[in-house]
């Protein structure tokens, strides 16, 4: 698909409302979008198929080899199975991830072993873990001078009153090297072609420095407008960086973004490359994240990505439902921290300058500024951007929130996720929450997205419809958000689903807000979508097809490996 033929239009255009956006952005990119799979994507995968085919043939010849010829051999791995059932597996690990490698184990004698050794057991990207953490010990040096954090958990702050429940989560994100942030503007966004519009606009009056970062960067008219502002800043002296995951963008990118972008001055990187580890099939480690950063103090994060679907420009699912936030202010440099982590490492030698992202290079010349960003942010609460990935486990701080927020609730808790995942320790804190009086309720699409996934996710509706929690399917089309809203004054946004990749092992992130009259806007985006959408029940989920019930439940097993 060429994207050529682009418009010099002024990206004044950017103020108008969506709809004449999205008109703006098909006058604008004079080509047709064709949003199959592409053909690099495909020869991708393919070598990826054929490279895991391979190695279950040999894994399959191998112990063919030695139940015909080492009996000894094959003995010494039936008791290193054992082992692992018995020890390795109760380290570090979530039950569910345990009870599905310990089903593999046992139906597949010898060679279940030998897939556990091989894809289940070590620690994947060491190298690039050791980097994060380094970068963020860096970072949180250069933040926590000036944080009010501490003075927050210990009370001593009277501008803003501070409940128990969340002094406890702050200290908690603390921990993780997350801090909360006072001043910050919040804007709400209910759906992906409004933040679009609002993006573009900040980005295109970028003067210093463009940070982004997506799991799916996918050819269209988004990513042809985006790709024209980025050029275009890069042009006037912008340093702009983009991180994607190599694995989210290869079906949907028909050009080496990195090459073409690169030729144009601004740095490109791919997230963990599929082909770099292969042979061990750490292709499932992804950036999940949505972080936008622009000069260090505006900054958006939600469940976005770079493609048409998200701004409803093609509708494969029916209306997409998405949301996204925008900070400005001192909040933002939770996300720049975040996202220099993340570039850290794949790519330490480019960091973008920290001094600049943190606002310490331009303080004299942002004083002003921030003395009305301060005067004017009134109820404007606090914020904590944190994240959440594979580098914490077994202590991942997004399912961890999401219980306190749960535990802590004394009016409602209601979730906005595509999937639908969870372990017993989350199905329990929703059953003390229903159970002690708290209205919870779980918005999912009526559509799923894939046919493994959609099925999990309904074989779990028993579970959750049996403790009282109440789940609504969107009629309209498809759920893609991931918000958490607690009572009336907490609140969590993201990309953090509410499955077992996004808590165990994807790299996420998500936007703690508190007391901040946005809240009041997700709850009306909340009561909206319900409105919208058909409300199931445990009598109606018992009277599904046989045949579904039976493909539910043996899914289910496997659903931590999905």
């Not at 569910?96 to 894809?119: E, K, N, T």
């Not at 009010?148 to 969340?166: K, T």
């Not at 269209?220 to 994607?244: H, N, P």
């Amino acid at each position: 698909m060429e994207a050529e033929n682009q418009s010099n239009a002024e990206p004044s255009i950017l103020v108008n409302p969506p709809e004449e956006f999205k008109n703006y952005l098909k006058k604008s990119h004079k080509f047709t979008p064709d949003y199959r799979m592409s053909g690099n994507g495909i020869i991708k995968l393919g070598v990826v198929a054929i490279f895991v085919l391979l190695e279950f043939s040999a894994l399959l010849w191998l112990v063919h080899t030695l139940r015909a010829g080492g009996f000894a051999l094959y003995i010494a791995l039936e008791l290193l199975g054992l082992f692992i059932i018995l020890f390795d597996l109760q380290k570090d690990r979530s039950p569910s991830f345990r009870y599905a490698w310990m089903l593999i184990v046992l139906l597949l004698p010898g060679l279940g072993v030998l897939f556990y050794l091989l894809w289940g057991r070590s620690r994947p990207l060491r190298k690039n873990f050791a980097a994060l953490q380094a970068s963020r010990a860096q970072n949180n040096k250069l933040l926590e001078s000036a944080n009010q954090s501490e003075a927050l958990i210990q009370g001593a702050n009277d501008s803003l009153p501070i409940s128990d429940a969340f002094r406890r989560d702050l200290t908690y994100l603390k921990g993780f090297g997350h801090l909360a942030y006072e001043d910050t503007r919040v804007e709400y966004f209910p759906s992906g072609e409004e933040w679009f519009v609002s993006l573009f606009k900040d980005i295109a009056a970028a003067k210093d420095t463009i940070l982004l970062e997506y799991y799916i960067i996918a050819d269209g008219y988004i990513w042809a407008e985006l790709k024209r502002l980025l050029i275009q800043k890069a042009r006037e002296g912008v340093k702009v960086f983009l991180l994607y995951d190599d694995l989210g963008c290869v079906t949907n990118t028909r050009r080496d973004i990195r090459q073409e972008l690169a030729s144009e001055g601004i740095h490109a990187v791919a997230f963990n490359p599929v082909f770099r580890s292969l042979s061990r099939l750490y292709i499932t480690y992804r950036t999940h994240q949505k972080i936008a950063v622009i000069d260090g103090n505006i900054g958006y994060t939600g469940g976005c990505n770079i493609g048409d679907e998200y701004a409803n420009l093609y509708d494969p699912l029916g209306y997409w439902k998405d949301v996204a936030v925008r900070l400005e202010g001192p909040g933002v440099q939770g996300l720049s921290a975040i996202f220099l982590e993340m570039w850290a490492s794949e790519q330490p030698d480019t960091t973008p300058d920290t001094a600049l992202l943190f606002g310490q290079a331009r303080a004299e010349e942002e004083a002003s500024a921030t003395a009305e960003l301060t005067s004017t942010a009134t109820n404007q609460g606090l914020v904590i951007p944190f994240a959440d990935g594979p580098v914490f486990t077994p202590d991942n701080p997004a399912e961890t929130l999401y219980r306190q927020l749960l535990n802590t609730a004394t009016e409602r808790v209601w979730m906005m996720s595509p999937f639908l995942i969870v372990e017993d320790s989350l199905l329990q804190a929703m059953s003390l929450a229903v159970n002690s009086g708290v209205d919870v309720r779980l918005l999912v699409p009526k559509r799923a997205d894939s046919w493994v996934v959609g099925n999990v996710t309904r074989y779990n509706y028993g579970q959750i419809l049996e403790r009282g929690v109440r789940i609504f399917e969107y009629s309209p089309g498809y759920v893609h958000a991931k918000t958490f809203l607690a009572d009336d004054d907490r609140a969590i946004t993201g990309s953090i689903n509410l499955d077992f990749r996004s808590l165990n092992i994807q790299f996420e992130d998500g936007c703690y807000i508190y007391r901040n009259s946005v809240i009041n806007e997700i709850a009306a985006d909340f009561e909206k979508c319900f409105a919208q959408s058909e409300e199931v029940t445990f009598e109606q989920w018992k009277q599904r097809p046989w045949i579904n019930k039976a493909a539910q439940g043996v899914l289910k097993f496997f659903a931590p490996l999905l």
